[in-house]
């Protein structure tokens, strides 16, 4: 399984960037995708999850300003986000864990496939 993530970069706070996973080496469209961050020094935590079915989970502090789709003949999973701010500052991860679904289980690099990660860097 490879999973290549793309779209990081840096902006300004109240700006928008669209991250981007390639996935391949699994039967995609059967498995969740998450999307991951991590702030060095801080825990790994879990900003999106998207179902093999369209349905998706949020961190409570990016909910109504980030979206998360997926496009099956694609191969891809996005991360639309919106009104940024300082503490959206991470790695951002692109992760599935096939067959499970990890959203309830704190992430571990040591579980899953993981992407090389992608900065977002959110400053004036």
């Known amino acids: 399984v490879q999973l290549v993530e793309s779209g990081g970069g840096l902006v300004q706070p109240g700006g928008s960037l669209r991250l981007s996973c390639s996935a391949s080496?699994?039967?995609?469209?059967?498995?969740?995708m998450l999307w991951a961050r991590q702030v060095p020094g801080k825990r790994l935590e879990w900003v999106s999850a998207i179902y093999a079915d369209g349905s998706s989970l949020y961190l409570d502090s990016v909910k109504g300003r980030f979206t998360i789709s997926r496009d099956n003949a694609k191969n891809m999973v996005y991360l639309q986000m919106d009104n940024l701010n300082s503490e959206d500052t991470a790695v951002y991860y692109c992760?599935?864990?096939?067959?499970?679904?990890?959203?309830?289980?704190?992430?571990?690099?040591?579980?899953?496939?993981w992407g090389q990660g992608t900065q977002v860097t959110v400053s004036s």
């Open positions: 080496g699994l039967f995609f469209r059967n498995f969740m």
């Open positions: 992760v599935t864990d096939p067959p499970t679904t990890p959203w309830d289980i704190p992430p571990s690099k040591s579980r899953g496939y």
